[in-house]
Nanobody, 120 residues
């Protein structure tokens, strides 16, 4: 099992910034990628971004956040960060950290979620 603990959500005005953190513990060797998803009220959970733990540290972003959000990693701390700039009201959601299962390639491990609210 991989345990994920998120922090850093909150209330911010339009155009502001927030940084989320997600610390992984447990059987972290069973995962080779971590990412962020979000779920807005009344909507399904959607992919935001991911980074893999390989040497290249490849990253992927949803079109809706490209150029505004940046995912980064600290391998020594088994922690990923999500820097969110230029926040918009439509970014309001519960943000979930996730880790994949290296065998099934599915997002198997999830954090408890942290609320991000962007006020206009």
């Amino acid at each position: 099992q991989v345990q994920l603990v998120e922090s850093g959500g909150g209330l911010v005005q339009v155009g502001g910034s927030l940084r989320l953190s997600c610390a992984a513990s447990g059987r972290t060797f069973s995962s080779d990628a971590m990412g962020w998803f979000r779920q807005a009220p009344g909507k399904g959970r959607e992919f935001v971004t991911e980074v893999n733990w390989g040497a290249a540290g490849n990253t992927y972003y949803a079109d809706s956040v490209k150029g505004r959000f940046t995912i980064s990693r600290d391998s020594a701390k088994n922690t990923v960060y999500l820097q969110m700039n230029g926040l918009k009201p439509e970014d309001t959601a519960v943000y979930y950290c996730a880790a994949n299962n290296i065998g099934t390639r599915s997002w198997e491990y999830w954090g408890q979620g942290t609320q991000v609210t962007v006020s206009s």
